[in-house]
């Protein structure tokens, strides 16, 4: 598995390329819910697409289009797997525990985690 460590404010930045598929600084800088200066975001997306490989950019006139190279999925399954390692003992039944403990779950919510723990069932 690939390390996705990223801090808070850069998932935050790429919340906003995952939603939009591809954005500028100026995009990026017009989504967010809290202003932040053109410059503090430009540096960020450049630390992303050179160091931390999550984004890839092309030239798209005098600005670059900044792209995912990774899935929502793909982070959050690293993310996850993390704080299971680390906060939760790598144990598998805290980590779920934790979840269904601290949130308000839905009907379909319960239903499609009985379907998924009967599917597990049937492959033992």
């Avoid at 899935?71 to 704080?83: G, I, K």
Wanted: hydrophobic share 40%; charged share 30%; proline share 2%.
């Amino acid at each position: 598995m690939k390390d996705y460590k990223l801090t808070n404010y850069e998932l935050e930045l790429m919340d906003v390329i995952w939603r939009q598929g591809e954005a500028t600084v100026q995009d990026v800088c017009n989504s967010l819910s809290r202003e932040l200066a053109y410059t503090t975001v430009m540096t960020t997306l450049s630390l992303l697409v050179n160091k931390k490989k999550v984004l890839n950019r092309v030239k798209q006139g005098r600005s670059y289009l900044y792209r995912p190279t990774v899935t929502r999925d793909e982070v959050s399954v690293f993310v996850l797997d993390h704080v299971k390692k680390v906060l939760l003992e790598d144990s598998p039944s805290k980590f779920v525990l934790s979840f269904l403990e601290n949130e308000e779950i839905s009907d379909d919510d319960i239903a499609a985690i009985k379907k998924a723990i009967h599917k597990l069932e049937k492959k033992r």
